[in-house]
């Protein structure tokens, strides 16, 4: 199962996320304040269109969509013409801005098993290594989920950086050259980011079916130390039989793989209205929710803008996330890490990562390594005092809330008990 070390706890069964918001204290005000599921999170960003990307002024930008796999004889991707100017509705619900201030990912190799990444990928120069012909990206899926994992915004228009912009990225190819994956590909490619000895180790592709080499090849990466994140779903675009794909009906729960194996921290993905598109697969179970719908990044080539859905793209901002943790707390194994991102998510059916309190919170006791390697159901966690957070401040502002109402409410009695006390004195 996923996220499963021998004699650890098993993750429950996944639900789908859907929308969901958690009361506080304030409520009692005249104020209502909540907590989404993710910061900034709110059922009005969401874009009617299917496959633009929303915009802050509530107009529509059309972006093409990036496929997953290519059609026999179909030409490679082609650089997009359009450029978005507002900053993604991910990066306020992945809080970026302040994670960024505790850690870039730096130290850190993320290797992506997909469809390789173009050497020219926009804002990853400098930063890409390649095993084989993993340089070479026709179909495009994987340098678009490495730009999630670690682009790094050049300062020009709007801000389309990477979860870690200082971490480096191993290209592998899992797939072949038209984007079609199977068992067998994926096992080699895991086995490969094992051997280069990546931190992270991000698998967008879910097959339909596993197989002993693959399991062997997840079990090969764990023993080095590697946090294998994978999809839990395919994609709700494309062919079901391959690896990123799945027909547009809704079908019963299943299963799929690597993100079944035991070991694996895996993946489903939600909108910016919190919901999942209708008809997108259900995984059995899933151990981490991430914004993966109406994701917008850059392509294999050019500087325009694609857009994507799918849990593919939710596993690039966890895998992302792993390598911003795993650079600011060396310290920690692959479990550790895994531990860490669930035991801080936001709580819903499937927890939802929450980049921030990943970074910064911290066990009671003041972050011994001997309670930071406590499994994560054994350790009080709390916010640091100098960053509350949004959820802490919340909760902070109900109190006081309801503070001044109790305190109005005693008051109240107080002046009338006198006043009564005064007209029986007054009558007698």
Not at 34 to 54: E, I, K, Q
Not at 371 to 394: Q, W
Request: charged residues 20%; hydrophobic residues 45%.
């Amino acid at each position: 199962m996923p996220l499963v070390w021998p004699s650890r706890r098993t993750p429950r069964p996944a639900q789908s996320p859907r929308r969901t918001r958690y009361a506080v204290p304030a409520g009692l005000c005249a104020l209502a304040l909540t907590v989404g599921p993710a910061p900034s999170a709110r059922a009005d960003d969401a874009s009617p269109a299917p496959t633009p990307a929303p915009a802050a002024t509530g107009s529509t930008v059309r972006l093409p969509v990036i496929p997953g796999s290519l059609g026999t004889g179909a030409d490679c991707t082609r650089p997009s013409a359009t450029t978005m100017t507002v900053v993604p509705w991910t990066h306020a619900v992945l809080g970026l801005s302040g994670a960024r201030v505790y850690s870039r990912g730096a130290g850190v190799t993320v290797a992506v098993v997909d469809t390789g990444v173009a050497a020219g990928t926009h804002g990853l120069k400098g930063r890409v290594e390649a095993v084989g012909d993993a340089a070479e990206d026709c179909v495009g899926h994987g340098s678009f989920v490495a730009g999630l994992i670690a682009a790094e915004y050049d300062g020009t228009g709007a801000d389309f950086g990477g979860m870690a912009p200082d971490a480096r990225v191993l290209a592998v190819r899992g797939t072949d050259a038209r984007g079609v994956a199977d068992a067998a590909s994926v096992a080699a490619g895991i086995r490969a980011a094992a051997d280069a000895r990546a931190g992270v180790v991000a698998v967008p592709l879910a097959l339909t079916r596993g197989s002993k080499a693959l399991s062997a090849a997840v079990r090969y990466a764990v023993a080095r130390d590697c946090l294998v994140v994978a999809a839990a779903v395919p994609d709700a675009t494309g062919d079901a039989t391959g690896s990123s794909g799945a027909t547009a009906q809704a079908a019963p729960a299943a299963r799929y793989w690597p993100a079944s194996d035991e070991g694996v921290l895996s993946v489903l993905d939600f909108g910016p209205d919190g919901s999942r598109p209708d008809g997108a697969p259900e995984p059995v179970r899933a151990d981490l929710a991430a914004p993966g719908d109406k994701v917008v990044g850059t392509g294999p080539r050019g500087t325009g803008n694609f857009t994507g859905t799918g849990a593919s793209f939710a596993t690039a901002h966890v895998a992302g996330a792993a390598a911003l943790v795993r650079s600011r707390y060396p310290d920690l194994n692959a479990e550790e890490t895994a531990r860490r991102l669930t035991g801080t998510a936001y709580p819903a059916d499937v927890p939802r990562l929450d980049t921030y309190a990943s970074l910064t919170v911290v066990p009671h006791d003041g972050g011994s390594a001997a309670s930071r390697r406590a499994p994560a159901e054994r350790v009080v966690l709390s916010l640091p005092t100098d960053d509350p957070g949004p959820l802490h401040i919340a909760l902070a502002v109900g109190s006081l809330c309801l503070l001044t109402l109790l305190t109005a409410a005693a008051a109240r009695g107080v002046i009338r008990a006198r006043r009564t006390r005064r007209d029986g004195a007054a009558q007698a």
